[in-house]
């Protein structure tokens, strides 16, 4: 995956709080996982023990501060400063996943008109407190409906290559914030309202809504190397079949079966299936990725999921 040398990176879709603590606590609203990313052994919908539904409320503004624990601050100075072009984005990943960030926007904005909310990303280390509750890295990336925010810590992709044993790349980094922005796009629609919390099962809703992401993930990247960013060039210079073959093996490795059987127990136990089997989550991915239709991304409207 190349960025377009030349294009301009915007870093106001991302909220800096690294090297800033915040402690575990309580909050509103349902996290949603980022595919069981960064939970060994089990796999869960819901990152903190709570039961509410989250409404998408008001401090969800781009690049507001709101949400912000104790003692946490946000700074994007350096990143601002370090993060200017796609040449940046090729040469740093913080950069990249704010190209990432910026592309997925342009493209959602496009699809969905005024129906479309840009948010953040917010990246943090250690822990981070949020409108869900409290998180930490283990939880792996996440989307909070309550506050509208996504966020990572961005050793998870050092994790998935070491832990699950997958061969990265940027390609697949853009791939994991396009899923968590795919639930951005469902709190918008309403889609998560079709979904019992904490409901699990090979055909669940909860499994539904994950393979969903996958697809709108996918959606957006058949459109990347078009999409333009303000100025009106296309900050993906290129997305090959490298790439492509690195998402799948992601993919296929953040499902339930695999977490279970090689992360796990070693046991697979489909009724604890909460985001889909690796084979269901890569035909998804590639449903979006081959179409380039999000219409073609209902999973709650078929009877065969894979």
Known sequence: MRYSERADVDTSGIQDRRGRGGGLGGGRGLAVGGGGLGVVGVVVLVLFQLLGGGDGGAG?????????????TADNTELAASCTSGADANASVDCAVAADVESIQDYWGQVLGDRYQPTVTVFFSGSVQTDCGGATSGSGPFYCPADQRVYIDLSFFDQLQQQFGAQ????????????EYGHHVQNLLGTNQQVTP????????????????????????????TVPDESGVPLIAEINDDDLARALDAAGRIGDDFIQ?????????????????????????LTGYETGDPARCDTFATDDLG
Do not use: K, M
């Not at 969800?60 to 946490?72: D, F, H, N, T, Y």
């Not at 990265?168 to 899923?179: D, E, K, R, S």
């Not at 604890?272 to 991915?285: I, K, L, M, V």
């Open 60 to 72: 969800a503004a781009l690049g507001g501060l709101s949400g912000l624990g104790q003692g946490e």
């Open 168 to 179: 990265g790349g940027l390609f697949v980094n853009a791939y994991v914030i396009a899923h």
């Open 198 to 225: 904490g409901e699990t099962g090979p055909t669940s809703g909860t499994v539904r809504l994950e393979l969903q992401a996958d697809c709108y993930a996918g959606s957006w990247a058949n459109h990347a190397e």
């Open 261 to 285: 059987r090689n992360l796990g127990g070693g046991t697979v136990d489909q009724d604890a299936f909460s985001h889909g089997s690796s084979e269901q989550r890569q035909r998804w991915f």
